[in-house]
């Protein structure tokens, strides 16, 4: 892995700031499974606190993140770094996705 990890500069708009809630998306590269099939894989993190940059710390520091639960009958690991991820706040009291617009 590159020591040189770019910074996400943190958002301006105070709807963006740490102490509001908001989703990470971890996006994974296509792959085949074992009946032959192609799949692709995310893993969506609530980030109750807000502290987005901390848990992307965390779980690159621990190497990736795994879904506690089975599914399909398997674990899944998400190994770091994942392909593309994607960040959205969330309005704390409806939960509802608010447009990140930089407006």
């Given at each position: 892995?590159?020591?040189?990890?770019?910074?996400?500069?943190?958002?301006?708009?105070?709807?963006?700031?740490?102490?509001?809630?908001?989703?990470?998306?971890?996006?994974?590269?296509?792959?085949?499974?074992?009946?032959?099939?192609?799949?692709?894989?995310?893993?969506?993190i609530t980030?109750?606190?807000?502290?987005?940059?901390?848990?992307?710390?965390?779980?690159?520091?621990?190497?990736?993140?795994?879904?506690?639960?089975?599914?399909?009958?398997?674990?899944?690991?998400?190994?770091?770094?994942?392909?593309?991820?994607?960040?959205?706040?969330?309005?704390?009291?409806?939960?509802?996705?608010?447009?990140?617009?930089?407006?």
């Amino acid at each position: 892995m590159s020591e040189k990890i770019i910074p996400i500069r943190q958002l301006k708009k105070p709807d963006y700031a740490i102490g509001r809630p908001c989703v990470l998306t971890l996006y994974y590269p296509a792959f085949v499974d074992d009946n032959g099939q192609t799949q692709t894989h995310n893993a969506t993190i609530t980030v109750e606190n807000g502290d987005w940059q901390a848990t992307l710390d965390a779980i690159r520091e621990q190497g990736g993140a795994y879904e506690s639960e089975p599914k399909n009958g398997k674990l899944w690991l998400f190994p770091w770094p994942p392909t593309a991820i994607s960040l959205h706040a969330l309005d704390p009291k409806t939960r509802e996705p608010i447009a990140m617009t930089g407006e």
